[in-house]
């Protein structure tokens, strides 16, 4: 299988619904640059694409700013309400 078909923006298009693409800035595991360079594909091609990046967050906080269990970082949920609201 090739690279580019395990690969996100291999598919960015404009057919489908707006992305929220929430992306830690000390993420090891994924690197930021990814997020950012998805959304102005996705943006490029007529699609809605909004990358939010933070600072001090690696890719487990991310999961956890989405727990209303585990009470990871607030900002991450309401940045999500935000989103949904949002025309």
Known sequence: RPLAETQPITF?????????LLQGEADRV??????TRLAARVNAVGGKAKPILYPSLGHIEILLGLSTRLKGDSRLMA???????SP
């Open 12 to 20: 960015a298009g404009s057919g489908g619904p707006p992305l929220l």
């Open 30 to 35: 994924v690197r930021p640059a990814n997020a």
């Open 79 to 85: 940045d999500v309400l935000e989103f949904i609201a």
